[in-house]
């Protein structure tokens, strides 16, 4: 997760800067990191909450193919709330087992 809001960082910097391929770039990299890390995030989180950052991503992504840099931003927006009530539930999991 803090990977996922890493690029997502680095996405937004690059598209507030013009940099529209280098802000799809990181959400390339982002949507792949998501897909290899989603097997284990399964095992530990509910089906809705990574479809939720999933479809965050995607949106992103054609946000950007589409050149709507405010619309990438929004999508931003939501993907930042989708990791951190993901990040929030998983805490609040992992304290359970202890």
Known sequence: M???DD????????AKLGDRAGALKQVLAMSE????????????TSHDALS?????IDD????LENNERAE??????????ALE????TESVRLMNLF
Request: hydrophobic residues 55%; charged residues 30%; glycine residues 0%.
């Open 33 to 44: 990191s998501w897909q290899s890390d989603n097997r284990w995030l399964e095992l530990m």
């Open 60 to 63: 992103a992504r054609v946000c």
């Open 2 to 4: 803090k990977r996922a």
């Open 85 to 88: 009530r993901l990040r929030a």
């Open 52 to 56: 939720d950052v999933r479809v965050a």
């Open 72 to 81: 990438f931003l929004r999508a931003c927006a939501v993907m930042a709330a």
């Open 7 to 14: 690029l997502r960082l680095s996405a937004e910097h690059a």
